[in-house]
DNA sequence: AAGTGGTCTAGACCACTTG
DNA sequence: AAGTGGTCTAGACCACTTT
């Protein structure tokens, strides 16, 4: 293949923002299958045809955000969105004692219907548009606990079904990376206190008017783009939402 | 002053850790106070002995945690904890269509106690310790919100009394910064729903079991010891809140 | 003009994994 | 032994701020 070095240095484009732009080009195009390795750092070098430094820089970025997984001595690896990676980036849901515990999720509802125009904003989609409307529950230490529904646009997920939904491998996200190239990379999520609505109540075995909480996911693409919104109601009697930001070391 | 250059590379402790150590050294002994600036970084280099890009590697980390603050061209300083880096990095509840405004504080009640056994556990304190216990009202728009209670440990906070807790002049965490040497660097929380008590009740507005968010926040100063215990009730009717984990670019 | 941080380079050497 | 990423160095050159 010809060699297709970068911008020259022209408008000011830093070097290693393009590499890391490419770079996620290369994921986003399939061109690195999620679990793949990257070429190793030099040959990324020659290829960009910038010093070995400045790949790092734009590669420290992309393991900065989760998105590549450096193995010292084997290589370099485009992240799989799957249970650990879930559990560490996305899920935030833990017992009183601090305990973390994969949910066992059970589809509840698989329809396909309009956005309403809160949701059409949530996810920049124009006017009612197509989505697929799902509704998981969740359970933690075999009992229900969160009741989720998701909204995703029907335009980004050609060809999703109820049964490929139902049966995928693994996580919710790693079936958008793996089936529909669509990489989910962050989320905005707002919180806050209500009464339980009858319909969770009844699924999470509380009265109604209980003070639930309610979280608020838009999980986010590259370029922030918004990909799925998703409410989670949750019975917080004996679990929380949990936020840490520590320092890393 | 008489270089001290660090560790001779025998037990493998990284370069760059051990400038991260001492820069962070010299924050806590007070060496440089907050707001104050850094040696330019061949002059750190040089007192290390070690190359500039292991100071900005070091340096970096610091930047990363919002320890420290870089400016092109001016130099790098010590950040403080003011009203800006209080909201960015601290204050997560936003207004409904996301407006973000720093809260009018008032003081409720200041008295010097114990320590219940979880908040020792909390706190890391032995036994019943003396801390001392404070509730403020938070509002915003111009109504109460929050109703904060804050648990913090005397021994950490010699001399403090109600009228300088009071009468300070900027955050609760600057006045921790700038009067008792101690930063607060981070934080975990955790959130959940519940019904609102008497007290928390009254001072918001609304009425006993009306569902508001409790949030317990404790907050860290450097290699994560805890600092202070803080429990928040939110009165989430027209607030939430809020949190994102964004790729930095 | 002088001083600061910001980007990029080229290369040495080390630590780790695999064949 | 060969190949990968990880740390560290020394220095060029640029962008920005202050005097």
Same mark, same amino acid.
């Given at each position: 293949?010809?060699?297709?070095?970068?911008?020259?240095?022209?408008?000011?484009?830093?070097?290693?923002?393009?590499?890391?732009?490419?770079?996620?080009?290369?994921?986003?195009?399939?061109?690195?299958?999620?679990?793949?390795?990257?070429?190793?750092?030099?040959?990324?070098?020659?290829?960009?045809?910038?010093?070995?430094?400045?790949?790092?820089?734009?590669?420290?970025?992309? +393991?900065?955000?989760?998105?590549? /997984? !450096?193995? #010292?001595?084997? %290589?370099?690896?485009?992240? @799989? *969105?799957?249970?650990?990676?879930?559990?560490?980036?996305?899920?935030?849901?833990?017992?009183?004692?601090?305990?973390?515990?994969?949910?066992?999720?059970?589809?509840?509802?698989?329809?396909?219907?309009?956005?309403?125009?809160?949701?059409?904003?949530?996810?920049?989609?124009?006017?009612?548009?197509?989505?697929?409307?799902?509704?998981?529950?969740?359970?933690?230490?075999?009992?229900?606990?969160?009741?989720?529904?998701?909204?995703?646009?029907?335009?980004?997920?050609?060809?999703?079904?109820?049964?490929?939904?139902?049966?995928?491998?693994?996580?919710?996200?790693?079936?958008?990376?793996?089936?529909?190239?669509?990489?989910? +990379?962050?989320?905005?999520?707002? /919180? !806050?206190? #209500?009464?339980? %609505?009858?319909?969770?109540? @009844? *699924?999470?075995?509380?009265?109604?008017?209980?003070?639930?909480?309610?979280?608020?996911?838009?999980?986010?693409?590259?370029?922030?783009?918004?990909?799925?919104?998703?409410?989670?109601?949750?019975?917080?009697?004996?679990?929380?939402?949990?936020?840490?930001?520590?320092?890393?070391?």
């Amino acid at each position: 293949m010809t060699s297709s070095s970068l911008a020259g240095r022209s408008g000011i484009p830093l070097l290693y923002r393009e590499v890391k732009k490419q770079l996620i080009a290369d994921i986003q195009s399939g061109a690195v299958a999620p679990g793949g390795a990257l070429s190793n750092e030099s040959d990324l070098a020659k290829r960009f045809d910038v010093s070995i430094g400045t790949v790092r820089r734009a590669v420290d970025e992309l +393991v900065a955000d989760n998105i590549l /997984v !450096r193995q #010292q001595g084997r %290589g370099t690896f485009v992240g @799989r *969105l799957d249970r650990a990676r879930f559990m560490f980036q996305f899920f935030k849901i833990a017992a009183r004692d601090g305990t973390r515990e994969f949910p066992q999720v059970r589809l509840h509802s698989f329809a396909r219907s309009r956005a309403t125009p809160a949701e059409a904003r949530a996810l920049a989609l124009q006017g009612a548009a197509p989505v697929f409307r799902i509704e998981n529950i969740l359970a933690l230490q075999g009992r229900p606990v969160i009741h989720d529904h998701i909204v995703i646009a029907a335009a980004l997920f050609p060809g999703l079904g109820k049964r490929m939904f139902e049966q995928r491998a693994g996580t919710v996200y790693e079936l958008y990376q793996s089936a529909f190239g669509l990489t989910i +990379v962050g989320a905005d999520e707002r /919180v !806050r206190a #209500q009464a339980a %609505g009858e319909s969770s109540a @009844r *699924l999470l075995g509380l009265s109604p008017g209980d003070s639930v909480l309610r979280i608020e996911r838009l999980a986010l693409t590259f370029d922030n783009k918004p990909a799925e919104f998703r409410v989670s109601i949750v019975d917080t009697r004996e679990f929380d939402y949990v936020s840490s930001a520590q320092p890393t070391a």
